[in-house]
C-alpha cells in the first residue's frame, strides 16, 4: 500500500517537473516526501532508501530554477 503512493506521487512529482511547473511540483513533493517517510517509519524503507529517494526527487526539483 505504501509503495503503491510512494509511486503515484512520485509520478505526479515527475509529471510537473515535466510540464516545467515548478510550484506544483514543490506541492507535489511534500506529499511525495510524507509518504516516504511513514514507509520508513513503518519499516517498509530503509531509512537511507528513503533519503536517497527524496534526495533525488528534490536535485530534479531544483534543476528547473
Request: hydrophobic share 35%; charged share 35%.
Amino acid at each position: 500500500m505504501y509503495s503503491t503512493r510512494i509511486k503515484t506521487s512520485a509520478k505526479k512529482v515527475l509529471q510537473s517537473i515535466g510540464e516545467k511547473n515548478k510550484d506544483q511540483a514543490v506541492r507535489e513533493f511534500r506529499e511525495f516526501s510524507a509518504h516516504v517517510d511513514k514507509a520508513v517509519k513503518k519499516g517498509i524503507f530503509h531509512s537511507n532508501t528513503g533519503a536517497r529517494r527524496k534526495s533525488r526527487m528534490q536535485k530534479k526539483i531544483n534543476a528547473l530554477a
